[in-house]
C-alpha cells in the first residue's frame, strides 16, 4: 500500500528523470522522505549605510526579505522534505539528514552552537558563506565613474572554524578565470538613487572551471562551471587540522593566476585589479571536513534543541561531514539558476552526497555539461586559433601529398619491373 510521487517534471527536472525514479524508490524502500534542515540569514544595511540612509532622518533600517527562497523550491522538486529553521531562534523539530546554513551573519553564536553539536553527534552540514558584495556605484560629482565598494557582511562562523584550523580568509579574491554578469548599479544622480543593471567582467567574479575540480568526488566528478560571485577563499592549517582528528579535501579551487586585495575601507583602487603577484598554487573555494568536529560553548540565551544531537550511545566518537561553499551568493535566487553555470547542481549534488549515499549521488551528478578553460594568454590564444584555423588545410595537403608520391612511385615500379625483364 506505500506509495510516493515525482514531486515536478520539468524542462529541468526531466533531464535527471533516472535520479528522480531511483530516489523515489529508495522513499518507498526506507518508508521515508530525507529530510534537509535550511536556515538563511536576510541581507542587511552595513552600519554606515543605516547610519547615513535611515537614522539620521528618524528612520529604522530594513532588513531585507528571503534571498534564497528558490533553493528551497528546487530542494522540494528533487523529493527533499525542507524544514526552514530560524538562524535567531534556532530549533531543529527532530534530527535532519543535513543541516543547510546559507550565509550566517553576525550574531550567528546560538546558530554556530546547534551546527556544532549536530556535527559532534554525527550530523552532515551544508555552509555557504563569504564576506563581502561588491556593489558598483556612480556618483554625479565623479562624472559617474563608476566604483566598487565591498559591502560586509558580517560572516560569523570563523571563530568556529579557527577550532579546528580552517579560516574564510577576509581580503577580496580576485581570478584572471572570471566571467561577466549583469549586476546592479547604484547611480546618485540626485537626492532619489536609481539603479541599473550594468554588464561587468572584473576579476572578482572569479569563473571555476572543471579543471580546479577533484575528479575523484562524485558532488563535482561531472559538474559544469561555477561563477563565485565575490567569493572568498579558505585558508587551511594541517598540523592544527591532524590534531582535531579531521580531515579535508579541496573539491574547487582557483586558477594557479588568483591574487587578493587586503580591503581595509572605502572604494577599491584601480591598481587592486591588477596583481603585483599571485598567490601560492590554486586557491580552495569549496572544501570538505570529515571527522569528530568540536562543540563550542552554550550561549546562555540558546534554548534547547533536542533534534540536534544523535540518540545516546557507546562507541566511538562520531564522524561529522561538513561542506564548505566559498560563496553564498550563488544561491540566491537571481543567480542560482544562472545560463551556464551549474550553481544548482552543485547544491543537488552536495545533498545527494550527503542524504542518499555515493550511489544516488553519482546518478545525481552524472549528466555533464558544457564546460570551460580556464585563463589563457593573449598570446597562447593565438596559437591554438592558428592551430585551429590551419590543422584541417594542413592535414589536406599531407594526405595529397601522400597519395600524389603514392600515384608517382607506381609507374616507375612499372618501369623498373620491365627493364630488369
Not at 500500500?1 to 533531464?15: C, F, Q
Not at 582557483?254 to 581595509?264: L, V
Not at 549534488?349 to 578553460?373: C, I, K, M
Request: hydrophobic fraction near 40%; include cysteine; proline fraction near 9%.
Amino acid at each position: 500500500d506505500a506509495h510516493t510521487a515525482i514531486p515536478r517534471l520539468d524542462g529541468e527536472t526531466s533531464a535527471h528523470l533516472d535520479f528522480l525514479l531511483a530516489a523515489a524508490l529508495r522513499r518507498l524502500e526506507q518508508g521515508r522522505t530525507p529530510r534537509v534542515a535550511l536556515a538563511a540569514d536576510p541581507p542587511r544595511l552595513s552600519p554606515a549605510e543605516a547610519m547615513e540612509d535611515y537614522q539620521r532622518q528618524g528612520l529604522v533600517a530594513p532588513i531585507g526579505a528571503d534571498v534564497f527562497s528558490r533553493v528551497a523550491a528546487v530542494l522540494r522538486d528533487y523529493g527533499y522534505q525542507v524544514e526552514p529553521v530560524n538562524p535567531r531562534e534556532p530549533v531543529l523539530a527532530d534530527r535532519p539528514d543535513v543541516l543547510l546554513w546559507l550565509q550566517p551573519r553576525r550574531d550567528a553564536s546560538r546558530m554556530t552552537h546547534l551546527l556544532s553539536r549536530y556535527l559532534a553527534s554525527g550530523g552532515k552540514g551544508i555552509v555557504a558563506l563569504q564576506h563581502y558584495n561588491i556593489q558598483q556605484r556612480q556618483y554625479r560629482g565623479a562624472g559617474f565613474e563608476t566604483v566598487y565598494w565591498p559591502q560586509p557582511q558580517f560572516q560569523d562562523l570563523d571563530p568556529y572554524l579557527r577550532l579546528f584550523g580552517v579560516e574564510q580568509a577576509r581580503e577580496v579574491l580576485m581570478d584572471r578565470t572570471r566571467s561577466h554578469l549583469d549586476l546592479e548599479t547604484q547611480v546618485n544622480r540626485g537626492a532619489v538613487r536609481e539603479y541599473d543593471p550594468q554588464q561587468v567582467a572584473l576579476p572578482f567574479l572569479i569563473r571555476a572551471v572543471p579543471e580546479g575540480y577533484a575528479a575523484d568526488a562524485p558532488i563535482t566528478r561531472n559538474l559544469g562551471d561555477l561563477l563565485f560571485v565575490w567569493g572568498n577563499r579558505f585558508l587551511v592549517d594541517p598540523a592544527r587540522l591532524a590534531s582535531a582528528g579531521l580531515h579535508s579535501q579541496v573539491l574547487v579551487s582557483t586558477s594557479s593566476q588568483a591574487w587578493a586585495y587586503p580591503w581595509q575601507g572605502g572604494w577599491l583602487p584601480s591598481s587592486a585589479f591588477r596583481p603585483d603577484r599571485f598567490l601560492p598554487g590554486p586557491q580552495p573555494l569549496v572544501l570538505l571536513l570529515q571527522g569528530p568536529f568540536p562543540r563550542t560553548p552554550v550561549p546562555p540565551d540558546l534554548a534547547p534543541s533536542p533534534g540536534a544531537d544523535a540518540p545516546p550511545g557507546q562507541g566511538p566518537t562520531p564522524e561529522g561531514t561538513l561542506l564548505l561553499i566559498g560563496c553564498s551568493e550563488m544561491f540566491r535566487d537571481e543567480y542560482l539558476q544562472t545560463a551556464g553555470f551549474a550553481h544548482d547542481q552543485l547544491l543537488l549534488n552536495a545533498v545527494a552526497s550527503l542524504t542518499l549515499g555515493p550511489e544516488l549521488a553519482e546518478l545525481q551528478g552524472r549528466h555533464r555539461t558544457a564546460r570551460g578553460f580556464s585563463f589563457r594568454s593573449s598570446a597562447e590564444k593565438l596559437a591554438w586559433r592558428t592551430i585551429c584555423v590551419w590543422a584541417g588545410p594542413l592535414a589536406f595537403l599531407l594526405v595529397g601529398l601522400g597519395r600524389w608520391r603514392t600515384w608517382r612511385r607506381g609507374p616507375r615500379t612499372a618501369m623498373a619491373g620491365n627493364r630488369s625483364r
